[in-house]
């Protein structure tokens, strides 16, 4: 018999009874696992699966009776998003070329001639840095480029030097920061050798009305700039550091003198860069400060060198000539104590219940320098005659150039009583050329005594800009200062604020440094201590400020002592100038590993004294029902008492980018995006909006206009893309050139942060958007920073006037003016609230997770500043980041995907307590949003499941189908097996073939 006849003999005959069960059965235990696994996966990370797939429509109903009332909360200012986008390119166009600082300008050199042939020179002409990497990243694949914006400005442009420059970068990658991962992050400054120039060099004469040499620096979340960079240049000198030119970019300005009459340098980095050899070279005729210029800033640029635009950027930090003798260097990157690890339960859903724990390493950094650091540090260091400031400063904090000339006069003064303000007004006049613009800065020095409450010599207390100024125009603008704000911070004596008696000159400066021709200081006199404390505190604070940090100054020590950080003083910067940790101090102390111990719940809430709350109790209102009223008003008891415990941990554990929607309450989900220079998402590439300039850029506007501008622009745009909040502004401080994140923090000053934070986020709050500041606090470094948390060293001084300074000032100073509807007529009234939304960080606060410290938390958030909105972890991810305490401290949302972390507790009365509080948190700032357009008092919601559970549902129920089939056809044909191995001629089959003995065998 051959081959084939054999195979369809086979196909007769039927399968034997143990091999149908060897196939079958497997395979149905197989189908059913997955079936179960796959149902009980996505019912655990349902949120996660949201996120990427959609969570649903939940249909809002409005009653018959509210049909014609005004329930349009929030509007728009434009027809269309393509509207808005129009718009915003031209705000980023403007915002660039307010911010771009005219560093140098020898013998007016700039602006350029118009129509002048150029020739572009340094990688970043090619390959420029828009902004930075990580969450703070936008989209500029289609951002205007250097090179379009100096064609648009009516350059000609050098089209064979830039085609070499542009292939060099395409095949040679900059160094680039991978959000957390050291191992692969990389520092290559990535500069085309200046030999592979000469091929090109023929083309010089043709374009050569000017250089212009372009020099790169990029940033990204989740790694520092690096400080040693011998790994990363093969012509680096040792101790060479990534924020000095490389020889690759020495030689190319060389290349540029030698060649070119008119040689412009534009610095494409937003953090600061040792510039002293090129400011002070006479070869060198221009330098502009540009920042990371977003989708169209490249224009400004271009309308700056041909003058259409004139230059009115003020640096926002000092520029300071050796990096390596600032006091923050020693005292940056990356530090551990010795033999400290320590141990945390993994707080997830898949092993809240198991004894899972992960084991790390404990970081810390100490912030030695104390309040002096950037100008504060500089300008005092230069008055005591520790330093040369020419030597040591290339550019003062506050600095900038024109092309024209301005003079001003103070033309009048007021000073109140103590609890009153001191104000000046200066007349600006334009005595040059050009039409421009001006910034007026105010600094006051406070009296100081040796040994004495620290204090810098000068500190920023206002700022003003002008508006255009024509030629031989004036303008006056008006500077203010609250006295109490001149006080100091006391944490050894008083523990508290305290306004000195003594003089204090209060100056109109042109930058930190230079005192405005033609003026005097001002000089306010206090009589007699005035101590901001009990109920003498200041008049923006709610309660008393005392001292809530003293686990953490006690770290510091006014003299060397064992184990302590020595605090950096003036009274002698010699003898107390900050060193890297000494080996007594990498020894962690038993309080310190106390501190980074694993929070314990059940200690916590065996404490408690509190009842256990009301759920899921009766109600019918629903959250737009509370829209206007105030926080503690009695209805939001009830409707809080309506909640169920589930409903309101899956709103509390499913916090990222988004707050889950309650249909119990018809509460919507809202949305929350990224990142400080526009809406970036990474999971929803619809959301991802018009790349804004880097708030470095926009602190060196000085113009708090421009930046309410911005966020009223954002608010248009999340009006069409239906956004509700914004993880923004971000408000940390530049305290080391070298971090990572610069690009995304304004300034190293606090009040300048503090004054731009603002602006943005009260423009956001006019189209109900509500801004969640971020990163709370002292969260000025990445490196470490979520390896188990850098426990962060200051004393109580530095962290409240330095680092609190600007989250204080935008909590105090936000406000949102909230329509809503007051009775059963549809009368529309209009109360305010304060902002809305905090986020906190994932460093500590000592030894104390900052998220999970309720002295940071509550205490001074919510107790002193009067904060109501909700606080929002960082992304959260890591196991010391403990939900049950941050809800306990007063983190109120997690911002991570279900099931990534869980609560430990859910049922003891702390627990229900601090979950109830946070959602009444949340759900106040979202009942106050644009989140409520369209919805009326007694609206009704229903709930549409997304296509995804549909498809869930169905193809768990054919698996069902099938598994319960094949089930009944095993069973069946083990019936009928049984019934014929029994002599049961019903059970037989009726043509049962013959089978070989040794074919039943293998059987």
């Known amino acids: 018999m051959n081959a084939k006849a054999k195979n369809a003999d086979r196909a007769k005959k039927p399968m034997s009874n143990k091999k149908f069960l060897w196939i079958w059965v497997p395979v149905l235990a197989v189908v059913t696992v997955v079936t179960v696994v796959a149902n009980v996966a996505l019912t655990v990370a349902g949120g996660w699966v949201a996120s990427q797939f959609g969570s649903g429509t939940y249909t809002f109903t409005n009653s018959g009776e509210s049909a014609d009332w005004d329930t349009e909360y929030y509007t728009a200012d434009y027809e269309s998003i393509d509207d808005v986008d129009a718009a915003a390119q031209a705000l980023v166009e403007e915002i660039s070329g307010a911010g771009i600082v005219l560093a140098k300008n020898e013998g007016g050199s700039l602006p350029l001639a118009a129509g002048a042939s150029v020739t572009m020179l340094g990688r970043a002409a090619a390959d420029p840095v828009f902004g930075g990497s990580g969450s703070g990243s936008v989209d500029t694949n289609s951002a205007v480029t250097a090179r379009a914006g100096l064609e648009n400005a009516g350059f000609q442009v050098n089209d064979q030097v830039f085609a070499a420059i542009e292939a060099y970068a395409a095949e040679n990658p900059r160094g680039f920061i991978e959000m957390d991962r050291p191992d692969i992050s990389t520092y290559t400054i990535g500069e085309m050798p200046v030999d592979q120039y000469e091929a090109q060099s023929s083309s010089f004469a043709q374009y050569s009305d000017a250089a212009v040499v372009y020099i790169g620096r990029p940033g990204g979340e989740g790694g520092d700039l690096t400080t040693d960079m011998t790994d990363w240049d093969e012509n680096a000198e040792e101790g060479q550091h990534q924020l000095e030119l490389n020889q690759d970019e020495k030689d190319l300005v060389a290349l540029a003198k030698a060649s070119f009459e008119t040689v412009v340098v534009v610095v494409n980095a937003s953090t600061t860069l040792e510039m002293g050899a090129l400011q ?9 400060l540009a920042g990371s ?29 050796d990096f390596t003798a600032d006091p923050t260097y020693v005292n940056f990157g ?45 300008e005092t260091a230069a008055a005591e005659g520790f330093l040369d400031y020419d ?17 001003w006069e103070v033309v009048g003064t007021q000073a109140g009583a103590v609890d009153g303000t001191v104000s000046v007004d200066v007349e600006v006049t334009n005595a040059g050329a050009a039409a421009g613009k001006d910034v007026v800065e105010l600094y006051y020095t406070a009296p100081y ?39 100091s911070y006391d944490h050894l004596g008083e523990r508290a604020y305290v306004l000195e008696a003594g003089d204090y000159l209060l100056s109109v400066r042109t930058d930190s ?84 111990e694993a929070w314990d719940h059940e200690a916590v809430a065996a404490e408690f004294e509190g009842e256990t709350p009301t759920t899921g109790a009766d109600t019918d209102l629903a959250l737009i029902d509370l829209r206007g009223l105030p926080k503690d008003d009695p209805q939001w008891d009830e409707l809080l008492d309506s909640l169920s415990v589930d409903d309101m941990t899956d ?57 309410a501008a911005m966020g009223e622009m954002l608010g248009n745009e999340a009006m069409f893309k239906d956004i509700n909040g914004w993880y923004a502004p971000a408000m940390n401080l530049h305290r080391s050139p070298f971090a990572g994140r610069n690009f995304e923090y304004y300034s190293e000053d606090p009040f300048l942060s503090g004054a731009m934070a603002t602006s943005v986020a009260n423009g956001a709050a006019t189209k109900g958007m509500y801004t969640t500041l971020k990163h709370f606090a002292l969260n000025d470094q990445e490196t470490n920073r979520v390896n188990n948390g850098i426990a962060t060293w200051a004393t109580e001084q530095t962290i409240r006037e330095i680092y609190l300074k600007p989250f204080e000032m935008a909590v105090k100073n936000i406000s949102m003016d909230v329509q809503y509807i007051a009775d059963s007529e549809g009368t529309v009234e209009e109360t305010t609230i304060g902002a809305g939304g905090v986020m906190s960080s994932f460093n500590r606060i000592g030894a104390t997770w900052a998220g999970g410290s309720e002295a940071l938390m509550t205490d001074v958030l919510r107790g002193e500043w009067g904060f109501e909105g909700f606080a929002i972890s960082d992304f959260n991810l890591y196991p010391y980041m403990n939900p049950n305490q941050g809800i306990s401290a007063g983190t109120d949302l997690t911002l991570t995907f279900q099931p990534s972390k869980s609560f430990a507790d859910t049922t003891s009365a702390k627990a229900v307590s601090d979950i109830r509080e946070a959602t009444h948190n949340i759900l ?40 319960v089939a094949g089930a009944f056809l095993v069973t069946r044909r083990v019936l009928r097996h049984r019934g014929a191995t029994a002599g049961d001629p019903q059970g037989a089959p009726e043509h049962e073939p013959a089978v070989p003995a040794g074919r039943a065998d293998r059987e």
């Open 293 to 321: 210029p977003g989708a169209t800033g490249l224009n400004a640029l271009g309308r700056i060198l041909s003058g259409d635009v004139n230059p009115s950027g003020r640096t926002a930090d000092l520029w300071a000539a």
């Open 280 to 288: 002070d070279d006479p070869e060198v005729d221009a330098i502009l």
């Open 449 to 487: 005594t040796p040994g004495g409450i620290e204090k810098s010599e000068v500190v920023l207390g206002d700022f003003a800009k002008t508006g255009v100024i024509e030629p031989g125009a004036s303008e006056t603008v008006t500077l203010e200062i609250a006295v109490e704000d001149m006080a």
């Open 924 to 963: 106040f700032t979202v009942a106050n949003s644009n989140a409520m357009n369209g919805l009326a008092p007694g609206a009704t919601v229903s709930y549409t499941p997304p296509t995804w559970v549909y498809i869930q549902i169905i193809a768990s129920i054919v698996l069902g189908l099938l598994v």
């Open 391 to 407: 030597d040591a400063v290339v550019y003062p904090f506050g600095y900038g150039l024109s092309y024209t000339d301005f003079t």
């Open 513 to 596: 440094h230079t005192v405005a021709a033609g003026t005097e200081p001002i000089t306010y006199t206090v009589d007699s201590d005035v101590v901001y404390s009990g109920e003498n505190h200041r008049s923006t604070d709610l309660a008393e400020v005392t001292n809530q940090f003293d686990d953490v100054s006690a770290q510091f020590s006014t003299e060397p002592a064992e184990g302590k950080i020595l605090s950096m003083s003036r009274a002698d910067f010699a003898g107390t100038f900050p060193t890297a940790p000494t080996a007594d101090q990498l020894v962690a102390s038993d309080a310190v590993a106390e501190g980074f």
């Open 651 to 707: 709103m509390l554990l499913n916090g990222a980018y988004q707050t889950a929607a309650i249909g119990s309450i018809a509460k919507p989900q809202t949305v929350e995006p990224d990142g400080p220079a526009g809406f970036s998402s990474f999971i929803n590439s619809s959301i991802n909006g018009v790349a804004y300039p880097s708030e470095f850029l926009i602190a060196q506007t000085w113009d708090v206009e421009l930046g």
């Open 334 to 378: 990356g530090f551990l104590y010795d033999g400290l690890e320590v141990s945390y339960p993994v707080s997830s859903i898949e092993t809240a219940t198991s004894n899972a724990t992960v084991t790390d390493e404990a970081p810390f950094v100490n912030y030695a320098e104390g309040i002096y650091f950037g100008y504060r540090y500089y």
